[in-house]
Nanobody, 120 residues
Framework: QVQLVESGGGSVQTGGSVRLSCDVS??????MGWFRQAPGRDREGVAI???????RYAESVKGRFTISRDNAKNTLYLQMNDLEPEDTAMYYC????????????????WGQGTQVTVAS
């Protein structure tokens, strides 16, 4: 069974940057993603990645966030730049069924989440 452990969250000012990491242990996985959930809102897809050089981003984070992975380190990353208060949420690393949608319906494994808070 895959285990996912996120780190790197915290508090930052508007316009700041944060890099999230997700350490992956267990069977190798091809398709992963980052999702987030703000209080009172549904969990939403932020960015997804696949080993066949595919990446997709939510419109709200395009140009500001970058998803990447280091297969040698079994780690998934999310570099978040130019952060806005609307980015405040719990961020989750996930293993998903391969596909092109940002939906959480295809997720098979979740990490425990890491909080990102952006102060205005």
């Amino acid at each position: 069974q895959v285990q996912l452990v996120e780190s790197g969250g915290g508090s930052v000012q508007t316009g700041g940057s944060v890099r999230l990491s997700c350490d992956v242990s267990g069977p190798s996985v091809d398709c992963m993603g980052w999702f987030r959930q703000a209080p009172g809102r549904d969990r939403e897809g932020v960015a997804i990645i696949a080993d066949y050089d595919f990446k997709r981003y939510a419109e709200s984070v395009k140009g500001r966030f970058t998803i990447s992975r280091d297969n040698a380190k079994n780690t998934l990353y999310l570099q978040m730049n130019d952060l806005e208060p609307e980015d405040t949420a719990m961020y989750y690393c996930a293993v998903r069924r391969c596909g092109t949608l940002l939906s959480s319906l295809g997720v098979t494994d979740w990490g425990q989440g890491t909080q990102v808070t952006v102060a205005s």
